[in-house]
Structures are given as C-alpha cells and as structure tokens.
C-alpha cells in the first residue's frame, strides 16, 4: 500500500468515526428526575451546568425555574447557551393558582418550541406539567398522572393545589 492510499484511509476512517460520534443521541435521562412530558415540554430537578449544554444540544428553547430565590448564575447560564431563562417563584408550602397562570402564559409563548421546567427534585416542575397536560392540553388525568407519579404522588398542600387548579379550569 502506498502512502496516498494510506492517507485516504485514514481520512476515511476518521470520517466515519466522527460520523458515528456526531449521530450518537444525547441522553437526557442522567439529569436529576428528568422526564419527557411530551414533544415540546419536560420537568426535572435542578440541572447542572453541563444538564443544561445537554438541553440546548437536544433543541430545548426555554428554561424555567418555580424556584424562590436568587438565580442569577442559572440564568446567566442559560442565556449564554441562547436560551431564554423564566422564573416563577412557588412557595412550596403555598402554590397559587395565579403561579399556575403564568405557567400557563409562558407555555402559550413557546408554544411549538422545547421547554423544561425545573425545581429542586422535580416535585413542582412535574405537578406544574401534569396540570398543564390535563387543563391546557386534554392530556387524560390517567396519562398526565402516570408521568407525574414516576416523580411523586402529590399529597396534603400540594393535592390541594392540584385539585384547586383543575376545578378553575373545569369552569
């Protein structure tokens, strides 16, 4: 074999190998509680910074926190991968209804677009993307709560929210 054959190979096979590596399907599992609530929405704990680069490589648009607090690092974060960074501030011990409303309105704003809402373990995020599934989406309680029960089962403060929200927009 002579030395252009060996260089065509060579460039040939790393062709292949960064083929390969670049088809390879980024795996959102590993981020803290994540779940795929449909094709445009997704609920998780609190992602790290290399959570979020895996986000923006699997097309996600919009993050946003129901968490207290300062989170101008997070934020930060978020929009140096140019992503947009919400926050809505739930008070575990006192989820609204009107938290749940601008849920709702930043949902309608990205409509067709991937979003993944984020708290500490994924409590808030997931009832938050139960009730949007069911009030907005007509997602069936069955489904929306089999997602949301891979999580946790809601209880007490947060079963009173829940059945709070649902019964407004039975309305």
């Not at 190979?9 to 609530?37: D, H, Y």
């Not at 929306?144 to 009173?160: G, N, Y």
Request: charged fraction near 20%; hydrophobic fraction near 40%.
């Amino acid at each position: 074999m002579n030395r252009s054959m060996i260089k065509m190979l060579l460039l040939l096979l790393t062709f292949f190998l960064c083929s390969s590596i670049r088809a390879q399907p980024v795996k959102l599992e590993g981020i803290k509680n994540f779940n795929k609530v449909s094709k445009y929405l997704a609920s998780a704990g609190m992602p790290s910074t290399s959570d979020l680069n895996l986000l923006n490589k699997s097309g996600y648009k919009h993050v946003i926190t129901l968490l207290p607090g300062n989170f101008e690092e997070e934020e930060s974060a978020v929009e140096a991968l140019g992503l947009s960074f919400d926050q809505i501030e739930v008070d575990w011990g006192n989820p609204t209804l009107k938290d749940f409303t601008h849920f709702v309105k930043l949902m309608k704003k990205y409509k067709n677009e991937k979003s993944i809402v984020h708290c500490y373990m994924n409590y808030r995020a997931s009832a938050f993307a139960y009730l949007y599934q069911v009030t907005q989406q007509g997602v069936s309680d069955e489904t929306a709560q089999k997602i949301m029960f891979a999580v946790w089962q809601p209880e007490d403060t947060w079963l009173d929210f829940i059945n709070e929200v649902k019964a407004h927009y039975r309305k």
